[in-house]
């Protein structure tokens, strides 16, 4: 079973900077699809990135495109979320999600990824 867990979550003010990590317990548990989805409450969890190293490719949602940055380190069994420019609606908790595959078409679909990680939270204040 794959065990992630995220970490470096905290409170920033506008503005600011955060960088979020996500840990496989073991490895190889760094799947090919890796990404990061937000959720607060009353709304659907949504897809903010994702990365897949089969492709080295990178996919953002569009209103963190520019900000954010999305990056894995196959040696250390992590995956980073780099965080800069934030916004108050950049708030809420952020999970590590992986599996096998992930497209264009595919990778903000919550119903795609089988593992996730418990979250991490983000307050942005203005």
């Known amino acids: 079973q794959v065990q992630l867990v995220e970490s470096g979550g905290g409170s920033v003010q506008a503005g600011g900077s955060l960088r979020l990590s996500c840990t496989a317990s073991?490895?190889?548990?760094?799947?090919?699809?890796m990404g990061w989805f937000r959720q607060v409450p009353g709304k659907e969890r949504e897809g903010v990135a994702a990365i897949y190293s089969g492709t080295s490719t990178t996919y953002y949602a569009d209103s963190v495109r520019g900000r954010f940055t999305i990056s894995r380190d196959n040696d250390k069994n992590t995956m980073y979320l780099q965080m800069h420019s934030l916004k108050p609606e950049d708030t809420g908790m952020y999970y590590c999600?992986?599996?096998?595959?992930?497209?264009?078409?595919?990778?903000?679909?919550?119903?795609?990824?089988?593992?996730w990680g418990q979250g991490t939270q983000v307050t942005v204040s203005s």
């Open positions: 999600a992986a599996d096998d595959f992930c497209s264009r078409d595919t990778w903000f679909l919550r119903r795609r990824y089988n593992y």
């Open positions: 073991r490895y190889p548990d760094l799947r090919n699809c």
